[in-house]
């Protein structure tokens, strides 16, 4: 594998459509995934909430969005450079991503290597 294989720019213009959220995996390993996120006015569906079973830390590069936690009902609402870490099963859900201007999320799923 050549660095040419492996590089590219998160804030690279989108490839389709932005009627729906576009998720593309940078990084896949046993240890970790990291994954560019582009929203556009996308939120979580009403009534679901992740429960991720990887620890996960998020970096919102441009744009804004509020993350919204279940246990204590806690919104936070996150704009360009903010960063939160949600551990392991903790549920939470996406309120509300920018409708007018793209939300760039980086997101890292640390995974417990055996």
């Given amino acids: 594998m050549t660095a040419r294989d492996t590089r590219g720019n998160v804030f690279a213009p989108l490839t389709q459509a932005v009627d729906r959220e576009l998720v593309e ?14 929203s556009t006015g996308q939120v979580t569906p009403e009534g679901y909430w992740y429960d991720q079973t990887e ?13 919204h ?21 903790v549920r939470h859900r996406v309120d509300w991503t920018d409708p007018d201007a793209p ?12």
């Fill in 55 to 67: 620890h996960e830390f998020v970096l919102l590069l441009c744009g804004a969005a509020v993350l």
């Fill in 103 to 114: 939300t760039v999320w980086l997101a890292v799923h640390r995974r417990r290597v055996s």
């Fill in 69 to 89: 936690f279940e246990a204590d009902d806690r919104r936070i609402t996150l704009a360009a450079g903010d960063w939160v870490e949600i551990p392991a099963h």
């Fill in 25 to 38: 995996t940078l990084v896949d390993d046993p240890a970790v995934r990291i994954e560019r996120i582009v």
